[in-house]
C-alpha cells in the first residue's frame, strides 16, 4: 500500500462520523410516590434505555420533574434506593417530597 493510500485512508478515518454503540436497554422502577389518576404508580417497572423510558414517562416528568430521579435501574442497589427515598435527609427523600408536593400544589390531580 502507498504511503498516499494509508494518508488517504487516514484522513476519511478521521472525517467519518464516529458511531456510538446503542444504549443497551435495562429494567427501570419508579420508587416514587403513586401519581393520581395512574399516571405513574409507585414500584411500576420499566424497560428499555433511559432515554425510552424517560420519555415514556414524559407527561409525568413534565409535571414534576424530580419523577425523573426516582426511576432507578433494578439491577444497581433497587433495595438500597427504596431504603434512601424513604431515609430523611437523603437525596431520594427529598425528590419523593417534591413528588408529593407537586401532587399536593394540584390538589390531587395531576392531569394538566
Do not use: W
Request: net charge positive; aromatic share 2%.
Amino acid at each position: 500500500m502507498s504511503n498516499e493510500t494509508k494518508a488517504a485512508e487516514a484522513k476519511a478515518a478521521k472525517q467519518a462520523p464516529a458511531t456510538k454503540k446503542p444504549e443497551p436497554a435495562e429494567t427501570f422502577a419508579y420508587i416514587g410516590p403513586s401519581l393520581p389518576g395512574g399516571m405513574l404508580k409507585q414500584n411500576t417497572i420499566l424497560h428499555g434505555t433511559r432515554a425510552a423510558v424517560e420519555e415514556h414517562c414524559k407527561a409525568a416528568i413534565d409535571l414534576c420533574p424530580a419523577v425523573a430521579k426516582l426511576i432507578v435501574p433494578t439491577d444497581k442497589n433497587l433495595q438500597q434506593a427504596r431504603n434512601n427515598a424513604q431515609t430523611s435527609g437523603n437525596y431520594l427523600h427529598k425528590c419523593c417530597g417534591e413528588v408529593a408536593a407537586a401532587i399536593k400544589a394540584k390538589g390531587g390531580q395531576l392531569n394538566g
